[in-house]
T-cell receptor, first 112, second 111 residues
Framework: DAKTTQPPSMDCAEGRAANLPCNHSTISGNEYVYWYRQIHSQGPQYIIHGLKNNETNEMASLIITEDRKSSTLILPHATLRDTAVYYCIVRVGQLGNTPLVFGKGTRLSVIA | EAGVAQSPRYKIIEKRQSVAFWCNPISGHATLYWYQQILGQGPKLLIQFQNNGVVDDSQLPKDRFSAERLKGVDSTLKIQPAKLEDSAVYLC?????????FGQGTRLTVV
């Protein structure tokens, strides 16, 4: 079973920041937080991951609380192409090959 | 860099028929996964391979589903005989450097 809780849906105005929350209160010390998204009719796409420090890449920023019980994915300037289902996943290890366990995710709708 | 390739993209079969899906992972990725995604749900793991060995197949319905990864590269997933509830998208993924990369999936419709 998925170890994360996410809101089922969110809306965001185009050009504004999209902040997607995730609760993972039972996360273990060796588990990373991963974010994937799935655009309609495509396979899931990797966005970002982190252990305890905040992370940023060309797609998004990941903010993890100090107690690591929750995190927020930030898309700084959402576009219509960011409309997708976003999955927050906790996974053991960074270089390990443990599978991703998906929940239901958050359906983000970016509105013009 | 080439991604994970899957074929066919779509397949429609009648119940009780058999079907096979093919996956070519990213070059050099030792770990390969097959997931099933039913409409409106997140992907569910069916089986995980490490090279040509099975790591986890606990959620694979073995009475009708089978999978193999000969030579530790390409993989095939087979369903025989198919049931109506097998209608889903079948996703293949491969893993390297801590990230998993997914193919576009095969959409199976069983009628």
């Amino acid at each position: 079973d998925a170890k994360t809780t996410q809101p089922p849906s969110m809306d965001c105005a185009e050009g504004r920041a999209a902040n997607l929350p995730c609760n993972h209160s039972t996360i273990s010390g060796n588990e990373y937080v991963y974010w994937y998204r799935q655009i309609h009719s495509q396979g899931p796409q990797y966005i970002i991951h982190g252990l305890k420090n905040n992370e940023t890449n060309e797609m998004a920023s990941l903010i993890i609380t100090e107690d690591r019980k929750s995190s927020t994915l930030i898309l700084p300037h959402a576009t219509l192409r960011d409309t997708a289902v976003y999955y927050c996943i906790v996974r053991v290890g960074q270089l390990g090959n443990t599978p991703l366990v998906f929940g239901k995710g958050t359906r983000l709708s970016v509105i013009a | 860099e080439a991604g994970v390739a899957q074929s066919p993209r779509y397949k429609i079969i009648e119940k009780r028929q058999s079907v096979a899906f093919w996956c070519n992972p990213i070059s050099g990725h030792a770990t390969l996964y097959w997931y099933q995604q039913i409409l409106g749900q997140g992907p569910k793991l069916l089986i995980q391979f490490q090279n040509n060995g099975v790591v986890d197949d606990s959620q694979l319905p073995k009475d009708r589903f089978s999978a193999e990864r000969l030579k530790g590269v390409d993989s095939t997933l087979k369903i025989q005989p198919a049931k109506l509830e097998d209608s889903a998208v079948y996703l293949c993924a491969s893993s390297g450097l801590g990230k998993a990369f997914f193919g576009q999936g095969t959409r199976l419709t069983v009628v």
